[in-house]
Nanobody, 126 residues
Framework: KAQLLESGGGAVQFGGSLRLSCEASGHMGSRYCMAWFRRYPGQGREGVAGIDSDGITNYADSVKGRFTISQDKAKSTVYLQMNNLKPDDTAMYYC????????????????????WGQGTQVTVSS
């Protein structure tokens, strides 16, 4: 069973940057999708970015050109580099993972992911 541990959240000003990290432990298998979701207060989680075991990435329209997801397989870690942050990016960010059987774009559907981290808060002030 995989376990996910996020880090790197914090408070920044408008236009600032943060890098979130998600370290996976336990057995994930050779093929998987890992993703970042975020949750605004009182709302459900929305997909932000995903990466599969082959490095195929996809992003929510709201973060394209500002956020970059990457992975270091040797460290079993996925990163989310967030640049040009806006107050609308303020949310709790969660790392998620799911084992897959074939390559392809990771769909950012919350119900597809079986493993979740505890979340890390990102706050952007104007």
């Amino acid at each position: 069973k995989a376990q996910l541990l996020e880090s790197g959240g914090g408070a920044v000003q408008f236009g600032g940057s943060l890098r979130l990290s998600c370290e996976a432990s336990g057995h994930m298998g050779s093929r998987y999708c890992m993703a970042w979701f975020r949750r605004y207060p009182g709302q459900g989680r929305e997909g932000v970015a995903g990466i599969d075991s082959d490095g195929i990435t996809n992003y929510a329209d709201s973060v394209k050109g500002r956020f970059t997801i990457s992975q270091d397989k040797a460290k079993s870690t996925v990163y989310l580099q967030m640049n040009n942050l806006k107050p609308d990016d303020t949310a709790m960010y969660y790392c998620a993972a799911v084992q897959t059987t074939s390559p392809g774009v990771c769909l950012l559907w919350e119900t597809l992911f079986g493993f979740w981290g505890q979340g890390t808060q990102v706050t952007v002030s104007s």
